[in-house]
């Protein structure tokens, strides 16, 4: 048998679990809307978090419900501890109507990915990563070496062996800096432009990666989505079929 042990306000609590416990599984989900309700402490109305005074508005993203936000002076009104040992609380916002992500525009909806090539990915997730570590000449170098592939209409393998070569040459600097400067936060809001107009703006009749027919989304005042109607599974997998034998 093992043991835990912990001990709070001199009590000794001491939980045996037996030794050959295993888990067996693991489940991840999303509270549901009455979950959210019951674990929050206060429903957030106000879009205003701070006055023309420089205070904390009631009932916003700041409410002092939720936790202190001074180091020295807040007490939190739920649990009534300090900047340090409140561990914060969950409040709620009521939404009138129903919110879709915008995401979904880029998506299909039978592979559930992003309409956007595996190549275009991982050029992205790289030129990411150089960013965070403030290399920005090495994002235009990412970016020449992904244009002169497509010129040159060399396989896959090729690219990928081309990028991993240069970062092997080039790899990315030991110290991380985060994205505040002006000249960096303005490249990273470039990139991800540059992304979503590739994978969400771009008009595709068939996805890169599963090959079915797209079906478009349509949001009407917000409050409906419409999708056109798509193709029968058997369609799907007689279409994948004669793109495999093309291929």
């Not at 000794?12 to 549901?32: A, K, M, Q, R």
């Not at 936060?185 to 990139?191: E, F, P, T, V």
């Not at 478009?216 to 798509?230: E, I, N, V």
Request: hydrophobic residues 30%; positive net charge.
């Amino acid at each position: 048998m093992i043991y835990f042990q912990s001990r709070k306000q001199d009590v000794e609590t001491i939980n045996y679990y037996p030794s050959d416990t295993t888990i067996g599984g693991l489940l991840f989900s999303n509270y549901i809307s009455e979950e959210i309700r019951r674990l929050s402490v206060k429903e957030l109305t106000s879009s205003q978090a701070i006055d023309r005074l420089g205070v904390l508005v009631s009932d916003s993203p700041y409410d002092l419900a939720l936790r202190p936000f001074d180091k020295k002076n807040d007490r939190c009104f739920t649990c009534d501890q300090g900047f340090v040992a409140c561990s914060g609380h969950l409040g709620h916002i009521s939404l009138v109507l129903r919110v879709y992500n915008p995401v979904l525009r880029g998506c299909c909806l039978y592979c559930h990915t992003i309409q956007c090539s595996n190549v275009e990915k991982y050029l992205f997730n790289m030129q990411m990563l150089y960013l965070k570590h403030g290399q920005t000449n090495e994002i235009d170098n990412l970016q020449s070496i992904y244009k002169t592939w497509i010129l040159e209409r060399k396989s896959l393998d090729t690219f990928y062996e081309n990028i991993n070569e240069h970062m092997k040459l080039n790899p990315p600097s030991s110290t991380r800096i985060e994205a505040t400067t002006k000249n960096l936060l303005a490249i990273r809001q470039q990139l991800i432009k540059d992304f979503e107009a590739r994978a969400f703006k771009a008009k595709k009749k068939f996805c890169p990666n599963c090959n079915t027919p797209v079906r478009t989304l349509r949001a009407d005042s917000h409050s409906k989505l419409f999708y056109s109607q798509g193709v029968s599974n058997k369609q799907i997998k007689a279409y994948q079929e004669r793109m495999s034998n093309i291929r």
